[in-house]
């Protein structure tokens, strides 16, 4: 091939790299799409995907409206807004109107697309229905059945991209962790809520799927990697907390920054336990951001971007410090601002790189090793979740490469997750230990310091 022609290669090559991460960035969420929503029951026929069984002769199970209805939580989202706990919260809060008639709580508790767009099959007690995720069926809904369309096609017709872990990041993430149209601040949570959290590739799994993932489906729309998932998903978190604290508009409830944007248990714990973390960047006494996916994510960075972890852990470590760093403006919030801007920037520019990483047997493999080695930092409740589920997501490609110490590996997991039985009684050094012994262990295995 003549070089220029190469050229051009590379050019166009590069051109619609940004052309697609572009439409990525500018994907639309099924709840703001402007095309009609036609209801689930359009979708719930015994001969669509209604099925009780799955379908030996379909490319798709068929059941998913069976398993949605009786074993995914999110059929049962709007119910959740009658019950005990949602009156206790709508009183406390001091609503105008119950909480299944509020707009905030629908928003994420259904599938809430603007009144002119709802069809006349449309039911908000669907709760988080077929089209919450896979976007308003007004056409794709019509073309996904006529022989010989594709994915693609589907795709340009409004489905919703959800086999993309970018994608399907943001949309799990606006309402597991929120986004600039709806968030469950720390009124929320003082008024009952529970805390929210996800981590992508587990909550994909608990869900639990829908779908199977065989060679059939790798042929439609490639495959479904879980490292991938759970690296993306938590570039994703770490960017839309990071925004919400830099937004002037969503970062302040009275006297305070949001405080549901920090660690818990920086204010909530009993003066007996040992507060005082061994965070590198932390001095004793100073208000912790809720950092996990920051956590999770440098040890994604130091494999995978590694000359770009010395200017990640210099944001990191500047933002830490901004909290608690003297300085002369008028408004100190806007020091903090500043840096949750840099690192959000810095996160947005890494993750088309962590999309199109290779994640092979050897980076799982030293992903996972780095993981392990953070122990001393996953001093909190928040974090040591994270890090147990990210061990669980990257730990499952792990072994089945490096299968061993399978059973060693899976009773320290076991251990692992006995600490996090109850947030109340979580003791942030004896996690640590269990984590510590596991790193000890791992680390003479694989001949690693
Ligand atoms: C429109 C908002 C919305 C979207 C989008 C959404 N969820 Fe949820 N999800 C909820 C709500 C609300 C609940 C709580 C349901 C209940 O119990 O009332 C929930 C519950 C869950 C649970 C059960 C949690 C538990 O504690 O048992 C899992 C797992 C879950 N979601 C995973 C996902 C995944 C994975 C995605 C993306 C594919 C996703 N969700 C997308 C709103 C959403
Ligand atoms: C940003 C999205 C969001 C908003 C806003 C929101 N919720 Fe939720 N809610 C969730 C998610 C996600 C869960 C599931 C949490 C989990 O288990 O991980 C949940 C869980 C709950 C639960 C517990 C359900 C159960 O049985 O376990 C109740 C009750 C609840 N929400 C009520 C409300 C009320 C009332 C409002 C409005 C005042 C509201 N929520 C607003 C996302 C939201
Ligand atoms: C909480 C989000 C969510 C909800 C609600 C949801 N799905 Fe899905 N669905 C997914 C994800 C994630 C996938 C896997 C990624 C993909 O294949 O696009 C998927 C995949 C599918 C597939 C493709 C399977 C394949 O082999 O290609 C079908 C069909 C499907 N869902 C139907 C439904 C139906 C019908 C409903 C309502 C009863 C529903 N989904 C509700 C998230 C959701
Ligand atoms: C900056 C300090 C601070 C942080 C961080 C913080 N809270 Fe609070 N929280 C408070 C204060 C102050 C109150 C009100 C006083 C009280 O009720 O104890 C409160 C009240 C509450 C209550 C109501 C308690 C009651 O007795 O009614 C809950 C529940 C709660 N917070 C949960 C959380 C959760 C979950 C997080 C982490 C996502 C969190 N808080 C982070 C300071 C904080």
């Not at 809720?290 to 971007?305: G, I």
Request: include cysteine; proline fraction near 4%.
């Amino acid at each position: 091939m003549k070089r220029s022609l190469i050229k051009l290669k590379i050019l166009v090559g590069i051109i619609s790299f940004f052309l697609w991460a572009n439409a990525l960035a500018e994907v639309v969420l099924p709840q703001h799409e402007k095309s009609m929503s036609v209801g689930n029951v359009d979708c719930a026929s015994s001969t669509c995907h209604g099925s009780v069984v799955p379908w030996s002769q379909s490319p798709v199970l068929q059941n998913e409206y069976f398993t949605w209805k009786n074993m995914d939580r999110h059929s049962q989202s709007y119910q959740s807004l009658l019950s005990q706990k949602s009156i206790q919260i709508a009183q406390k809060l001091n609503l105008a109107q119950p909480a299944h008639v509020t707009t905030q709580c629908l928003n994420c508790h259904t599938h809430y697309p603007d009144k002119k767009l709802q069809g006349k099959s449309f039911s908000v007690q669907d709760g988080v229905g077929c089209e919450s995720c896979h976007g308003p069926a007004e056409k794709w809904g019509v073309t996904h059945t006529q022989k010989g369309t594709t994915h693609q096609d589907n795709i340009k017709h409004g489905l919703y991209p959800t086999s993309r872990p970018l994608a399907l990041a943001k949309l799990c993430n606006s309402c597991h962790v929120g986004d600039a149209t709806k968030f469950v601040s720390h009124r929320l949570l003082a008024a009952g809520h529970p805390r929210l959290t996800i981590e992508l590739n587990t909550f994909l799994k608990i869900e639990p799927p829908h779908y199977l993932v065989d060679e059939d489906y790798k042929l439609r729309k490639g495959e479904l990697s879980p490292v991938k998932i759970w690296a993306i998903g938590q570039a994703e978190i770490a960017i839309a907390r990071l925004d919400m604290l830099s937004d002037p508009k969503r970062n302040h409830q009275g006297i305070f920054p949001e405080q549901a944007l920090f660690d818990c248990s920086a204010c909530h714990h009993q003066f007996s336990q040992q507060q005082i973390s061994s965070k590198i960047n932390q001095a004793p006494g100073v208000l912790r951001l809720n950092d996990s996916s920051l956590l999770m994510l440098r040890a994604m960075v130091q494999v995978a971007l590694p000359d770009k972890i010395g200017q990640y852990n210099r944001l990191v470590y500047e933002l830490d410090q901004s909290f608690s760093q003297k300085n002369t403006l008028v408004n100190s919030f806007e020091n903090v601002q500043d840096k949750a801007k840099k690192l959000s920037l810095l996160i947005q520019q890494m993750v088309p790189a962590l999309e199109a990483f290779v994640y092979s047997p050897e980076k799982v493999r030293a992903i996972f090793i780095t993981l392990v080695k953070g122990s001393p930092d996953y001093s909190n409740y928040a974090d040591a979740e994270q890090a147990y589920m990210a061990l669980s997501s990257v730990g499952e490609v792990y072994l089945q490469n490096y299968s061993k110490n399978a059973s060693q590996i899976k009773n320290s997991m076991v251990q692992l997750s006995k600490e996090l039985a109850s947030e109340e009684q979580f003791q942030a050094q004896s996690f640590i230990k269990q984590y510590s012994k596991f790193a000890q262990f791992l680390q003479v295995q694989n001949g690693v310091q």
